[in-house]
């Protein structure tokens, strides 16, 4: 039963199902680097997921639809950086208020847009980047099935993401924007008195949070699910928070950890399967990714050191 569990599918679903996490976690840690925290990422992503899959509708072009879910992103995410950055306002209480807020808006549009609440009707999705041939029988043919299952099965933001992480991580570290954003988080003070601009370094990285969330929104709808349903995004912007905390406000360690996260999922479903053959509750097989967020965190929150100015207003003096 165990090789029929442990299967290429369970790697590929496992990284498709990382992808948005690691999105909007990515998002966070660059957010968070800059000294604002972004609780909105799960409002973010799922005004996201709703604009992509009606501009997809209306348009019938599922790469429109991409860029609407990534401007819808910005859009919210430059509400979070009014109030937490011009206004001075409570940052988690402007992101909490933004999550309720794209909640309703969304169960809103739906029902005027589309006269009913619930699935807007299938939207046209994104194909797998590569289209590849049935690999041969034999020892050989079996490692092919096993790359092309794991590596080459997916779409094009899965493979996007990967990129984003590792620009992300060089940029951060090895770049003038990555040091400059580092500061803004740990001495703002300081960075203000050597010409830094705090509020334009802040606004950029909350705008770029937003961008990269609403690509994870764009993702779930347009490449995994093929339309959009009210609260579909589930809980995952909170998932993808504590993903950046396990990898320690890094882009590469939060990409990891959404890996972590995402097999999590993906086994999850994969034991479903199994559930006759298995005496465990079907139930407990739905609660494994979120069981291990609270794991993870139990494990490592109290060692891991954030940023020090991070959900600190700062005022110009």
């Known amino acids: 039963m165990l090789g029929d569990i442990i299967t290429p599918d369970l790697f590929a679903s496992a990284l498709r199902m990382a992808t948005p996490l690691a999105l909007a976690a990515i998002g966070g840690t660059i957010c968070e680097r800059s000294g604002v925290v972004n609780i909105a990422l799960e409002g973010i992503m799922l005004t996201g997921a709703f604009a992509g899959a009606a501009i997809t509708l209306a348009t019938g072009n599922p790469w429109v639809g991409v860029l609407a879910a990534v401007l819808a992103g910005v859009a919210i995410a430059a509400i979070h950086a009014f109030a937490s950055i011009n206004l001075r306002a409570d940052q988690v209480v402007s992101g909490t208020g933004l999550n309720i807020l794209a909640l309703g808006l969304t169960g809103f549009l739906m029902e005027r847009l589309y006269g009913h609440p619930g699935t807007t009707d299938p939207v046209k999705m994104i194909r797998p980047l590569f289209s590849l041939p049935k690999p041969p029988e034999g020892f050989v043919g079996e490692v092919l099935r096993w790359v092309e299952g794991v590596f080459l099965s997916h779409t094009p933001i899965v493979y996007a993401a990967i990129v984003i992480a590792v620009v992300a991580q060089w940029a951060m570290y090895k770049t003038r924007w990555g040091l400059r954003l580092r500061a803004l988080g740990e001495h ?64 590469a360690g939060s990409y990891l950890a959404s890996l972590l996260f995402g097999f999590a999922d993906a086994l999850q479903i994969k034991l479903q399967m199994f559930r006759g053959q298995i005496d465990i509750p079907p139930q407990f097989f739905l609660m494994l990714p979120y069981v291990l967020t609270v794991i993870v965190l139990a494990g490592v929150i109290g060692r891991a050191v954030g940023p020090a100015a991070v959900g600190q207003p700062y005022e110009k003096g």
């Open 188 to 251: 703002p003070k300081a960075a203000d008195t050597v010409g830094i601009s705090v509020y334009r370094g802040r606004w950029a990285a909350v705008l770029m949070s937003g961008a990269l969330a609403g690509l994870a929104g764009a993702n779930l709808v347009i490449e995994q699910v093929g339309s959009f349903t009210e609260n579909m995004t589930n809980g995952r912007g909170f998932i993808a928070l504590a993903a950046n905390i396990f990898g320690r406000w890094t882009p």
